[in-house]
């Protein structure tokens, strides 16, 4: 175990530069959040230039199979050998894999690299989680969730347009180069004004359990890329990587028992808020990144907006996101109090997505523009609450594995959520076009059931007509499925038990489970 002596330290001591360092916080997080964006935006442009069209999807697996895979070594890292030092080195892996991507020369290559930077990215929104975390008390914390709600708006706004422009105007590998000055901005900066203290652990690594952890998330991630897609659900490949990842898990979770340092220490799911918003922030990701992913192909299908104006046709959800987050985030700070965020952010989120369900071929932009800011509403309550009570859930030794245990659940909930949403969508839009177009219509879908504008442009009317309104049947089925499965945020947000946040002054009246108040630790060197 660390050797470690700990110090008493005012609650509210926080490091004078602690603005500039949430700017270069916030710039890293930008850097994590934009990075897929931009690259899918120039990726028929990479494929015009190094080929290997068959290997195209490699090209964003390899960077979400090591991000996830790395997620959790980052958060304890940080943890055992202090947070600066280690959130330094995720941001140098992450620029070295940028420039070796920019750099690439075939397809191979790139896919290479891209590992590379997705190892990087693993720490990148951990680090910046944790070090909120030491640095802000969890009850002024709620000042802060607007800027990282509006960071992620900008990211999901302005990607794709900021990766058009530069595809277009720079050529595509400055879609990876454009990291390097924002990243050594970031590095500059944590550099000269962040202090934390700094750590030194007996222990060693606990290399089996990051072995058996990889093994299992990426058997997991691979289940959810292919499944449907390359390979049928019953396929023997997926049953065998359905096997593989059920008993590196099994494996993983015995051994934590064992570990001297274990990589999640099992501890952490005993406090029952911290395993509640596990499980909500699984939700928000599974319902978040599939809104995302369909709401666009609906507007442009359908709606017949331009694919940059699909983007921006997304402002009223997250705007109402970011507006919401900022609410909650300075109620929270007034008030200490947070469980009514998690309660109606999850009812909002299963009316918003039931709403969406009812779009059809009739539905005005204007319509779906309300629908989303219900969803938006949903989600500003609940995405950064979900980290804030984690974080609170803990020990302050244990920060760093309660913001990577989140991000990962987050992370492994967009998956399951882009998997299941995308089969189900993709097998309604093939029945109703080959019950609509007949033969024609299942011909059309044979290999995609995502048509894009130039080739949507091409179709017959009766088929476009078709082809809208399998999309529409399809986007139902989706969104009414994510409505269902956001009943299961809703179930845990109401078992969740308000505990005074660190910070705060006296704890609430009989509460005593999941408040623990813990001096900052200052290692012995």
Not at 222 to 230: P, Y
Not at 300 to 318: E, F, I, K
Not at 357 to 380: H, K, N, W, Y
Request: contains cysteine; glycine residues 12%.
């Amino acid at each position: 175990m660390a050797d470690t002596q700990t110090v008493e330290t005012e609650p509210d001591k926080q490091p004078k530069s602690v603005r500039v360092v949430l700017l270069a916080l916030m710039i890293t997080m930008m850097l994590a959040m934009l990075d897929n964006m931009i690259v899918g935006t120039a990726m028929p442009t990479i494929v015009g230039e190094l080929g290997g069209l068959e290997h195209l999807s490699w090209v964003v697996t390899a960077y979400t199979l090591a991000t996830a895979a790395a997620t959790p070594v980052w958060g304890k890292l940080g943890d055992m050998f202090g947070r600066k030092t280690t959130f330094m080195t995720s941001i140098v892996i992450f620029l070295i894999g940028s420039a070796l991507s920019g750099m690439a020369q075939d397809m191979g290559q790139l896919i290479g690299f891209r590992a590379v930077q997705g190892l990087g990215a693993g720490g990148l929104m951990v680090g910046v989680m944790a070090i909120i975390g030491d640095l802000i008390p969890p009850r002024e914390r709620g000042k802060y969730q607007g800027m990282m709600a509006g960071v992620m708006a900008i990211a999901m706004i302005g990607g794709p347009l900021v990766g058009g422009t530069i595809t277009d105007n720079w050529g595509w590998r400055w879609a990876f180069y454009i990291n390097l000055p924002l990243g050594v901005v970031s590095l500059g900066l944590i550099s000269a004004v962040l202090h934390l203290p700094k750590k030194r652990a007996k222990a060693g690594i606990d290399y089996l359990g990051v072995i058996l952890l990889t093994v299992g998330i990426t058997s997991i991630v691979l289940v959810t890329t292919w499944g449907g897609s390359q390979y049928a659900w019953t396929s023997a490949r997926i049953m065998e990587l359905i096997g593989i990842g059920v008993a590196a898990l099994i494996g993983f979770v015995f051994w934590q028992t064992k570990a001297a340092e274990p990589v999640v220490p099992l501890h952490i799911f005993r406090s029952r808020n911290f395993t509640l918003m596990s499980i909500i922030g699984f939700i928000t990701g599974f319902v978040m990144f599939g809104a995302t992913l369909y709401l666009p192909l609906y507007q442009q299908s359908v709606q017949g907006a331009s694919a940059t104006n699909s983007g921006l046709l997304l402002l009223p959800m997250l705007g109402a996101m970011l507006v919401t987050s900022m609410v909650a985030g300075r109620v929270t700070t007034n008030t200490g109090r947070y469980k009514l965020f998690p309660v109606v952010g999850s009812v909002l989120m299963i009316v918003g997505l039931y709403l969406l369900s009812t779009m059809d071929t009739g539905t005005t932009r204007f319509t779906s523009g309300v629908f989303m800011a219900v969803v938006g509403l949903g989600m500003g309550c609940l995405m950064q609450i979900t980290m804030l009570v984690a974080q609170n859930s803990v020990e302050m030794k244990d920060m760093g594995v309660a913001s990577s245990s989140t991000t990962l659940f987050r992370t492994l909930g967009s998956s399951f959520g882009v998997a299941i949403m995308g089969a189900l969508f993709n097998n309604r839009v093939q029945h109703v076009m080959a019950e609509r177009a007949g033969a024609l219509g299942s011909k059309i879908t044979e290999k995609s059931a995502s048509l894009d504008a130039k080739s949507l442009a091409k179709l017959p009317a009766v088929a476009r007509e078709a082809y809208q309104h399998a999309v529409s049947a399809g986007v139902h089925s989706a969104f009414l499925l994510g409505s269902v499965v956001a009943i299961v945020a809703l179930i845990a947000a109401v078992f969740v038990k308000e505990v005074a946040l660190r910070g705060t002054g006296p704890k609430s009246e009989g509460s005593t489970e999941d408040a623990p108040v813990q001096p900052t630790v200052v290692e012995a060197v």
